[in-house]
């Protein structure tokens, strides 16, 4: 078996509540306590659980959104705190549940799809190719690159021929 792409051993985050002048810590809100799991090369990973239950804290921590109170969060075999965040990026992205209200509604479908293309230096021409090509993968017809999210009410567009078969 090879090493995990990404492995998490005993994260845990905590929340300080502060009180008084001098901002005393006077409880700590347990958000995340004591995860750990390993995700493989190629392996796809959901993360579930009840609301309020740490999934999006313990998502921020992977991603270094924001930094784990205590334990070792690792990629490739490497620390993730000691990799730049600009770098970790570029290799580790996250996938939204909702993607009504992950894209950003003043930007066109296809600059949203294409801006990890474009933060990785890609060319425009490049760009758009690759970006028309995944619409076409998800059943979206390639002038959807140019609309806005608000313009595409979920379950009313409709895609190519060959995505309704």
């Keep these: 078996m090879t090493d995990p792409l990404i492995s998490l051993k005993d994260v845990t985050k905590y929340f300080p509540i502060k009180e008084g002048l001098i901002s005393k810590t006077v409880e700590n809100i347990h958000a995340v306590d004591g995860v750990s799991f390993n995700i493989q090369r190629g392996e796809a990973v959901g993360l579930v659980g009840e609301s309020g239950c740490g999934k999006s804290t313990l998502s921020r921590c992977i991603m270094r959104l924001i930094e784990p109170t205590s334990g070792q969060i ?80 979920g379950g009313s567009v409709r895609g190519s021929s060959s995505a309704r078969r």
């Design 74 to 153: 690792t990629y490739n075999g490497d620390d993730v705190s000691r990799i730049p965040r600009k770098e970790y990026w570029r290799k580790v992205q996250m996938v939204f549940q909702d993607p009504r209200s992950s894209l950003n509604p003043r930007l066109s479908i296809g600059y949203s799809v294409g801006e990890p293309l474009i933060v990785r230096g890609e060319s425009t021409e490049e760009v758009k190719k690759r970006v028309t090509g995944l619409l076409e993968i998800v059943g979206l017809n390639p002038e959807h690159y140019g609309r806005y999210p608000t313009s595409s009410a």
